[in-house]
């Protein structure tokens, strides 16, 4: 029987048997406990809400209560550091609460500048829109526009989403990465320290030290976040694309032991060392970040880098997203001619990647116990308890993040 | 009346829903959590693809479904429907927030709940299965052919669940069908 001439019964009961396969993951619903009764007697409306069965579905209530707290206390911190890594308070997105149609609209403009002080480009402005598409997207509006003002300006209509600085700095960061090399006659190799102290999270690199790997590197398809298994925390694993892939396993080989600083927009956001020749490019981002900050991360990553700085960010006029001849705050004004966006759901990006071991991997500081990611590293993951690639810094010579 | 719940299904006892004495109400979504709680975990991790979130929004679904029980707004026909109804809602919610963002449903555990090899493979297997399955099918079909695996959904209530017709249901299907002809070896 040829292909075409299988029946839609037979591919359905296919799929159906291959679908079975997920009945060993799906486990025995969780016991009701005491809650639930005392709940249901009550009659309350709030009910028992356990996944674990461990007297009902309170202690969890607390717990997520427990948690919101903690996480607050986060986002005010990390909003108050200003860095341009804090979470989004409130915000809908890879990491927020959802978009709201609470959030009345608002615009923001931007300047693209030409670190020369030349003309911008109409591709350069193309390349800054698609981007800013893409993070505007990531917010999950209940509607959005992306509109260019040529020669120089862009400008951005969000709605359903707060008007937050870290709003604002998400569509706005630049999302340059760079991979710095700390030279080891300075800065000192992982078994003997240098005349200066490594770099700290969230210092401003020394801009005569060159990037060896940047973001235009990066395969925006292989940046995404994991359960960082050995910490319980989040890591965000990279990966590089050819020929930097191949090219990093090169550098990575005859710089053993000499420690780099991974820099977002000129600051510091990690010091690894490396361990061991790092095999296929690909690598991980571990560290003391927040669920949010690290989706906000990734987010970045993932939409690619802006090619010059943008200026500006301004909230604009609230009333609409699209009107002709609207003055923003810049000056800007929307073209009436520009389409809209919508803001439509994307499809699940959950992309299922394989958990193929590699073979470098990560190593720790002393006093560390083998086998675990600590904070403030870069880490790849081991095969079968092979070598370690990428190791964090000593604590005494480099601050944790 | 638990016996009777059990003996012909929560389906069934359902239709009693308004005669009932507000314990036995009680006691029927208890029985009803228990032989659905599957059903709507099974969708959202096939949906999801994490166990994390297929346990979150499991919990939360029941807990918006009780809660709409005793405010008398329970379902008016089948429970299942009805059930993947708040699920689906829970789950387009939660993509929307990571969005984004891909996760690792492999290999993503802790030693404490480190499965057997044996059902580590499986479990690999599965989802390296799953996602060529999902590569090949847009997000609607997929949804449609997860949610046919009930066997006890007809095409109107798929349709209920998906805001569709059922004959735009069916219309999926034959798409999904067809995408899944050219590639004989995700199904056979």
């Known amino acids: 029987m040829s292909e075409n001439q299988h029946s839609d019964d037979e591919i359905l009961n296919g799929v159906r048997r291959r679908l079975a396969g997920a009945e060993p993951l799906i486990p025995q619903p969780p016991a009701l406990g005491p809650a639930f009764t005392e709940a249901a007697q009550a009659r309350p409306r709030v009910v028992v809400r356990s996944r674990l069965g461990l ?30 890594t804090g979470a989004f308070a409130g915000t809908p997105g890879p990491s927020g609460s959802p978009a709201s149609p609470n959030y009345p609209g608002f615009g923001l403009s931007y300047q693209l500048v030409h670190p020369a002080g030349t003309q911008v480009t109409p591709a350069e402005l193309d390349a800054t829109k698609a981007v800013l598409i893409k993070r505007a997207e990531s917010l999950g509006p209940t509607s959005y526009s992306v509109n260019e003002a040529p020669p120089d300006g862009i400008t951005v209509w969000l709605e359903g989403v707060p008007d937050t600085a870290e709003v604002r700095t998400l569509i706005g960061q630049t999302g340059h990465l760079e991979f710095v090399p700390l030279p080891p006659e300075t800065y000192g190799t992982s078994g003997s320290p240098g005349q200066k102290m490594l770099p700290t999270t969230g210092e401003t690199i020394d801009p005569s030290l060159p990037a060896q790997f940047t973001g235009a590197d990066l395969d925006p398809s292989l940046v995404y976040m994991r359960e960082d298994t050995a910490t319980g925390g989040l890591a965000l694993e990279f990966g590089f694309k050819e020929p930097a892939a191949s090219a990093l396993e090169t550098w990575s080989t005859q710089h053993v032991n000499d420690f780099f600083a991974i820099v977002l927009d000129g600051k510091v956001v990690s010091v690894p060392y490396i361990k061991s020749t790092i095999i296929g490019g690909k690598g991980e981002i571990a560290g003391d970040f927040t669920t949010q900050s690290l989706a906000e991360l990734a987010t970045v990553l993932q939409s690619g880098w802006l090619p010059y700085p943008l200026l500006g960010g301004e909230t604009g006029p609230i009333g609409g997203p699209v009107e002709s001849g609207v003055p923003l705050p810049s000056g800007l004004a929307i073209p009436s001619d ?64 | 009346m638990m016996e009777a719940t059990v003996d012909r299904g929560i389906d069934d006892v359902l239709e009693q829903v308004g005669e009932a004495r507000t314990d036995e109400l009680d006691e029927t979504f208890a029985t009803l959590y228990r032989e659905r709680y599957r059903d709507v975990y099974r969708y959202a991790l096939l949906m999801l693809r994490r166990v994390e979130d297929a346990e979150d929004v499991s919990a939360e679904a029941f807990h918006r479904a009780f809660a709409a029980w005793q405010a008398g707004h329970g379902p008016e026909g089948r429970a299942l429907p009805w059930l993947l109804l708040i699920t689906r809602r829970l789950v387009i919610d939660r993509t929307r927030r990571r969005r984004l963002l891909s996760w690792l449903p492999l290999a993503s555990l802790s030693p404490a709940h480190e499965p057997s090899r044996e059902a580590e493979t499986g479990r690999t297997e599965f989802w390296l299965w799953f996602e060529r399955f999902a590569r090949e099918l847009s997000q609607r079909q997929r949804e449609v052919l997860i949610l046919r695996y009930q066997r006890d959904l007809d095409d109107d209530q798929i349709g209920e669940i998906l805001g569709i017709s059922a004959s735009a249901v069916r219309s999926l299907v034959a798409r999904a069908c067809a995408a899944l002809r050219r590639n004989p070896e995700i199904w056979q």
């Not at chain 1, 309170?58 to 005010?76: D, Q």
């Not at chain 1, 394989?354 to 993951?381: F, H, K, N």
Request: glycine letters at 18%; a negative charge; proline letters at 13%.
């Open chain 1, 55 to 84: 007297g009902g579905f309170a202690p969890l209530a607390l717990i997520a209560a427990l948690v919101v707290v903690v996480v607050g206390v986060g986002i005010g911190s990390q909003t108050l550091q200003g860095n341009g």
């Open chain 1, 338 to 401: 520009v389409p809209m966006h919508s803001g439509a759901p994307m499809e699940s990006g959950g992309a299922i990647h394989s958990a193929a071991p590699m073979e470098s991997g990560v190593a720790l500081p002393s006093g560390v116990p083998t086998g675990t990611c600590g904070p403030s590293e870069m880490c790849v993951p081991t095969g079968s308890g092979g070598p370690s690639a990428i190791e964090s810094p000593p604590a005494a010579s480099s601050p944790q993040l």
